[in-house]
């Protein structure tokens, strides 16, 4: 399949391209940036007049709910999901029904997602056997499976002797461990961040130390052991801070946040909404603010989704027995947008923070549009508005806190290896 693209504005921030330029793509992969090649006749032109053409999107943290949770989503609906928000590489959490903790699991995961030919499936491989915190897990076997990467997801890892073999083991092979700090002490039974709304609503909280205790003790061992280490879903002004001076320091570390803690705050609970019980919660303003600050001088690398579809029911209980997690997959790129509009970052910075970035921090050679490169393409309607609508969203997770919200950016067209995989209609 031979497809042009034409007259749309071409925003690739690795190859410093922002411009109006055509891209032409043959046999799954982009041939030519600018002009056409010699002889090169298309079986399908996509004008894109008036829209932004980007590398397809990487997604750090998207959950798929297979093996599992099948109930709360299916790799069929996420993954739709997925193409429909622009997203065409992501990476997936261990925390399934059995965890990422044997190679068979793994491959019969990355067979499912590649048969259905959209998104590219990154599967995080589980730090210890069954994350159960005691055993460490044959990461040489998992990274062979096709892990990128060994996670405790959102399960506390509080032998902080076990945490130091699984650095070290990882150190040895080159992996990287990617951990999100909470000290489980601190933390535990906490539904809110630790300030004035959980006070006044009487929920149990979770201080924002709980957050910096379990950074400080990472950035320790990555020090003492020379691991690669990736801190998932900052949510404090401290824990940036941290983060800026250990990259001040050399330390291999790299972070991201979620999307919905770039523009949400404690104050968004507002009356026990729960589709605003996060994890990790949603903290101050000023928390907040730090979050927006650290992503615009780059001391966050990056911004996922941290796509958590859950079932309705469970998002029906009360707040603290409410089970976490917000849909996000279909949002990031909006609002991802939304941030750089308010902060004044540029649309290029922007899309650099859902592409180029956290290809680097996968050491992936995607996230960008080079000739030569695998056609993952974005096309996208930067001036559309649309209402975030539960009936609307391709996900079987209804539960974001953005219900209602107006946001501007919409995907028109989602291209996975040169093959239209996703047309808005």
């Known amino acids: 399949m031979k497809i042009h693209i034409k007259n749309g504005r071409l925003v690739d921030p690795k190859n410093g391209i922002d411009a109006q330029q055509d891209v032409f793509i043959a046999a799954g992969k982009v041939v030519a940036v600018g002009a056409a090649p010699e002889g090169f006749h298309a079986n399908r032109t996509i004008d894109a007049a008036g ?17 599992g949770y099948e109930y709360k989503a299916t790799l069929e609906s996420e993954m739709l999901a997925a193409v429909a928000g622009g997203v065409t590489s992501l990476v997936c959490p261990p925390d399934t029904d059995p965890p990422l903790d044997e190679p068979g699991l793994v491959e019969m995961l990355k067979y499912r997602a590649k048969s259905l030919n959209q998104a590219r499936v990154y599967p995080l491989g589980a730090l210890t056997q069954k994350l159960e915190g005691a055993r460490l897990t044959e990461m040489a076997e998992l990274h062979d499976a096709g892990c990128i990467g060994f996670s405790h997801a959102d399960v506390p890892l509080s032998d902080t002797l076990v945490q130091m073999r699984a650095m070290q083991y990882a150190a040895t092979f080159g992996f990287t461990v990617w951990l999100r700090p909470q000290d489980a002490s601190l933390a535990k039974d906490g539904v809110a961040h630790d300030g004035e709304v959980a006070s006044r609503l009487g929920l149990p909280s979770i201080p924002a130390c709980a957050e910096t205790i379990a950074l400080s003790t990472i950035l320790s061992l990555a020090r003492e052991t020379g691991a690669r280490v990736h801190i998932c879903r900052l949510s404090s002004r401290e824990g940036v801070a941290l983060i800026r001076a ?7 570390v790299t972070c991201d946040i979620a999307v919905h803690h ?12 729960a589709n605003c019980h996060l994890v990790p919660p949603l903290r101050s303003q000023r928390d907040r603010d730090a979050l927006r600050a650290g992503l615009a001088d780059g001391t966050v690398d990056a911004i996922c989704s941290d796509h958590t579809p859950v079932d309705d029911d469970a998002k029906l209980l009360p707040f603290a027995e409410a089970e976490v997690g917000a849909t996000g997959l279909e949002l990031l790129l909006p ?10 970052v540029s649309l290029s910075d922007a899309i650099a923070k859902i592409t180029a970035a956290p290809a680097r921090i996968l050491a992936l050679d995607n996230g960008h549009l080079a000739a030569g490169q695998h056609a993952d393409l974005c096309i996208f309607d930067p001036e559309q508005y649309w209402k975030v609508e539960p009936a609307s969203l391709k996900s079987q997770g ?9 946001l501007q950016g919409k995907v028109r067209y989602t291209l996975v290896d040169g093959q239209v995989v996703y047309e808005a209609h």
Do not use: Y
């Not at 250990?246 to 291999?252: C, M, R, V």
């Not at 770039?262 to 026990?272: C, K, P, T, V």
């Not at 609002?335 to 004044?344: D, I, V």
């Open 335 to 344: 609002l991802t947008l939304k941030w750089a509009q308010e902060t004044g």
């Open 262 to 273: 770039a523009h949400l705050s404690e104050m968004d609970i507002g009356f026990f909404d």
């Open 51 to 67: 829209l932004v053409i980007c590398p397809g999107l990487v997604d750090l943290s998207a959950r798929l709910r297979e093996p």
């Open 246 to 252: 250990a990259k001040a320091e050399g330390l291999p």
């Open 398 to 406: 209804r539960n974001t806190p953005f219900v209602g919200f107006e």
